[in-house]
Every structure is written in structure tokens, then in C-alpha cells.
T-cell receptor, first 114, second 115 residues
Framework: NAGVTQTPKFQVLKTGQSMTLQCAQD?????MYWYRQDPGMGLRLIYY???????DKGEVPNGYNVSRLNKREFSLRLESAAPSQTSVYFC?????????????FGDGTRLSIL | AQSVTQLDSHVSVSEGTPVLLRCNYS??????LFWYVQHPNKGLQLLLK??????LVKGINGFEAEFKKSETSFHLTKPSAHMSDAAEYFC?????????????FGQGTTLQVKP
């Protein structure tokens, strides 16, 4: 009963390094999402994929890229990490993007950029 | 546009006393609303959801919330707090643009439970 799995759980990078955060879901959901969580700001949407083969920008996409590799996997890439990208990153999935059902979340990736 | 405001950033209660976490929303149509809980260093867990059925929604761990359209509120309550309820709570509204749904999060309320 894995649900949404994120790897790695923790990572420390130096400014300018690149990194890819991985996310996989086993619920056969069509839609997947990447959020970042910063203190006092709730979760903010970075990118989302309403269905396999499509991706769209969310509220805070600058400095990130995404790839919907297949229906199960949705990765988030930082090409040149900056200290402002220190955050906790959450991946989520949903059966259909227009559904009124709740999203399912992974446990997060805690990323520090020095 | 949809938005959600959690009226308290921090709430402190004693164990065994009632919990009230306040949430107001703004939506141009009948919204779907959710409360999520996040324990330290964990992901988000759904507590309950409102999707235009009964206005009083019961969730897990004894929590419930009442949808009040006239007040645009969706406050979370629990009759008796337990130490394990200490966590961060998020009120969330669904937003639709075309046929694409997104979640709009409140800023979060940290619940402290004192022994």
C-alpha cells in the first residue's frame, strides 16, 4: 500500500548544483503535482501534470523543470540550485485533475541548499 | 478566484479541552473543501472533506467541520484534544480552471496541546 513515494527523503546541495527529485504513485492516478512548503506559507504549487504527456506551470515554477516520465512517475529538476530553493518538496497525485476528491501526498523531500 | 484564510497561525489548548481551528474561504462557485493534518517531518494526511453533500462533515480521529455558506467558513473542531493531535493543520479549497483542478492551501495553523 505504498501510495505516493518520494526519493530522496533528505538532500543537501551546494549552490549551482543540479538535482532531480523523484516521485512515483501506484494508484493509477492520471494527475500529479509538485509543491513546495515554506514556513508560514502553506504549500505552493510548482508544476502539475493533469495527465500523462502534459505538464503546466503552477504558482512558483521559476528555477524548476518537470518530466512526466510515464503515468506513474513525475520528476522535478533543479538545474542550478539556489539557497532560495531550500524547502520541503511534496509530490501529490489525484485520480483526475477535475475531480473534487482529495489529493494523495508523499512524505516529502527535505532539501537544503548551502 | 478561490482563496482560503486560516485565521490563527497558532492555537494552544490543554489536553481534554475542545479544539477550534478557523478557516474562511472565497469561491465563485460551490467549493470542495478539505482539512489536512501534518505531523512533524511527515507528509499531509486527509482529515476530512466537504464536496457539497452534508454540511457537517465527520473525519478521522474525532475531528469534524461544518460548511457554512452564509459565513464562507469551514471551521475544524474536536470535542476533546489529545496529545497526539499536536500538529500543523491546513484548510484547502479546490480551484478549477477549465477542466484542471488545483488545490489552494491556507497558511496553516499549528496546534499545541498542553498536558
Amino acid at each position: 500500500n505504498a501510495g505516493v513515494t518520494q526519493t530522496p527523503k533528505f538532500q543537501v546541495l551546494k549552490t549551482g548544483q543540479s538535482m532531480t527529485l523523484q516521485c512515483a504513485q501506484d494508484m493509477n492516478h492520471n494527475s500529479m503535482y509538485w509543491y513546495r512548503q515554506d514556513p508560514g506559507m502553506g504549500l505552493r504549487l510548482i508544476y502539475y501534470s493533469a495527465s500523462e504527456g502534459t505538464t503546466d506551470k503552477g504558482e512558483v515554477p521559476n528555477g524548476y523543470n518537470v518530466s512526466r516520465l510515464n503515468k506513474r512517475e513525475f520528476s522535478l529538476r533543479l538545474e542550478s540550485a539556489a539557497p532560495s530553493q531550500t524547502s520541503v518538496y511534496f509530490c501529490a497525485s489525484l485520480s483526475q485533475s477535475y475531480s473534487n476528491q482529495p489529493q494523495h501526498f508523499g512524505d516529502g523531500t527535505r532539501l537544503s541548499i548551502l | 478566484a478561490q482563496s482560503v484564510t486560516q485565521l490563527d497561525s497558532h492555537v494552544s489548548v490543554s489536553e481534554g479541552t475542545p479544539v477550534l481551528l478557523r478557516c474562511n474561504y472565497s469561491s465563485s462557485y460551490s467549493p470542495s473543501l478539505f482539512w489536512y493534518v501534518q505531523h512533524p517531518n511527515k507528509g499531509l494526511q486527509l482529515l476530512l472533506k466537504y464536496t457539497s453533500a452534508a454540511t457537517l462533515v465527520k473525519g478521522i480521529n474525532g475531528f469534524e467541520a461544518e460548511f457554512k455558506k452564509s459565513e464562507t467558513s469551514f471551521h475544524l473542531t474536536k470535542p476533546s484534544a489529545h496529545m497526539s493531535d499536536a500538529a500543523e493543520y491546513f484548510c484547502v479549497v479546490s480551484s478549477f480552471s477549465g477542466n484542471t483542478g488545483k488545490l489552494i492551501f491556507g497558511q496553516g495553523t499549528t496546534l499545541q496541546v498542553k498536558p
